[in-house]
């Protein structure tokens, strides 16, 4: 594959770091929601419900896409997007921290997408894509081991749900590229597909529970999962995969534990310890090469 032009770079890497700063705090505030309120299912509906009702007339207007997509194609876009993702992500939360899934959710993502690429399609990585992988794997691995959470026997299913996600996403994103959908119809389809098979069992398993929540805190979780998480993130991330391809934008997931321990710094006080910032300089020059930088982003083309 070859490098984007540097005006295409950046403006596609504008729209992957954009996605991910929004992923960043996704991890946080569901690892709160999870142990305090809400659970999983809870999560999920917030997320899909909402949006399908917005995106309605988007997937009304635009169909099932069936055509580019087959009936295999669609169900793996909802599955890999939508619900099934989701669930395992949150539902991960209860049993590892939040860093855990911040690393192996969105930080393997691009190994998966290149894993993925390299076995179905056919298409082979050149070396330095190769090399900034190696830079995120070996990132992801200390933001893991590098913490010093106590190891409970839980832990590794936390661990084990997050990889199960993160594949379920590199798929969503394999598809989505190669059927050149775009990001909107892409979000209506896994949004209104997500609700149609998952609101029946949210129902008969939780009831009305979600709408028992304090009028503040549906409303914060209404706008937060289903408008900014679900649509907006999955618009900005779509038009990085459509600008770099998949395995490029894909690549910008990894940066998300980086980000979320720079947050902490000015909205937690929080510093980053010495593996954060060794895991943060691994993923970020990672990032810069799996993503299809241009060797000089300051010569243009």
């Given at each position: 594959m070859t490098e984007a032009p540097t005006s295409t770079y950046l403006k596609g890497a504008l729209f992957g770091i954009?996605?991910?700063?929004?992923?960043?705090?996704w991890s946080a505030v569901t690892r709160l929601a999870v142990t305090?309120?809400?659970?999983?299912?809870?999560?999920?509906?917030?997320?899909?419900?909402?949006?399908?009702?917005?995106?309605?007339?988007?997937?009304?207007?635009?169909?099932?896409?069936?055509?580019?997509?087959?009936?295999?194609?669609?169900?793996?876009?909802?599955?890999?997007?939508?619900?099934?993702?989701?669930?395992l992500a949150a539902a991960g939360l209860r049993f590892a921290p939040a860093h855990d899934q911040a690393a192996l959710n969105p930080g393997f993502a691009p190994l998966f997408v290149a894993l993925i690429v390299a076995v179905w399609l056919g298409e082979a990585?050149?070396?330095?894509?190769?090399?900034?992988?190696?830079?995120?794997?070996?990132?992801?691995l200390v933001i893991v081991f590098g913490h010093g959470t106590a190891w409970t026997s839980l832990r590794p299913l936390g661990q084990a749900m997050f990889l199960a996600a993160s594949f379920l996403w590199a798929c969503f994103t394999v598809?989505?590229?190669?059927?050149?959908?775009?990001?909107l119809h892409a979000a209506a389809l896994v949004s209104l597909g997500s609700t149609v098979f998952y609101l029946p069992l949210y129902l008969i398993v939780r009831g009305p529970h979600v709408l028992l929540l304090p009028i503040q805190e549906l409303a914060f979780h209404v706008a937060f999962q289903g408008v900014l998480v679900t649509i907006v993130s999955l618009l900005l991330y779509g038009r990085a995969v459509a600008m770099l391809g998949a395995s490029g934008g894909a690549a910008f997931g990894a940066?998300?534990?980086?980000?979320?321990?720079?947050?902490?710094?000015?909205?937690?006080?929080?510093?980053?310890?010495?593996?954060?910032?060794?895991a943060i300089a691994l993923v970020s020059c990672g990032v810069y090469l799996a993503s299809g930088a241009p060797v000089s982003i300051g010569a243009s083309r």
């Amino acid at each position: 594959m070859t490098e984007a032009p540097t005006s295409t770079y950046l403006k596609g890497a504008l729209f992957g770091i954009s996605a991910v700063a929004i992923w960043a705090v996704w991890s946080a505030v569901t690892r709160l929601a999870v142990t305090t309120t809400l659970d999983a299912w809870d999560i999920t509906i917030l997320r899909f419900g909402v949006a399908a009702l917005i995106l309605l007339p988007v997937a009304a207007r635009h169909g099932l896409a069936r055509e580019r997509l087959g009936w295999p194609g669609l169900v793996i876009l909802i599955a890999g997007g939508g619900a099934p993702y989701v669930m395992l992500a949150a539902a991960g939360l209860r049993f590892a921290p939040a860093h855990d899934q911040a690393a192996l959710n969105p930080g393997f993502a691009p190994l998966f997408v290149a894993l993925i690429v390299a076995v179905w399609l056919g298409e082979a990585l050149a070396g330095k894509r190769k090399g900034g992988l190696a830079l995120i794997l070996a990132g992801a691995l200390v933001i893991v081991f590098g913490h010093g959470t106590a190891w409970t026997s839980l832990r590794p299913l936390g661990q084990a749900m997050f990889l199960a996600a993160s594949f379920l996403w590199a798929c969503f994103t394999v598809v989505m590229r190669r059927a050149a959908i775009k990001p909107l119809h892409a979000a209506a389809l896994v949004s209104l597909g997500s609700t149609v098979f998952y609101l029946p069992l949210y129902l008969i398993v939780r009831g009305p529970h979600v709408l028992l929540l304090p009028i503040q805190e549906l409303a914060f979780h209404v706008a937060f999962q289903g408008v900014l998480v679900t649509i907006v993130s999955l618009l900005l991330y779509g038009r990085a995969v459509a600008m770099l391809g998949a395995s490029g934008g894909a690549a910008f997931g990894a940066l998300v534990p980086g980000l979320s321990a720079l947050f902490a710094i000015p909205l937690l006080g929080e510093w980053p310890t010495t593996a954060d910032w060794c895991a943060i300089a691994l993923v970020s020059c990672g990032v810069y090469l799996a993503s299809g930088a241009p060797v000089s982003i300051g010569a243009s083309r």
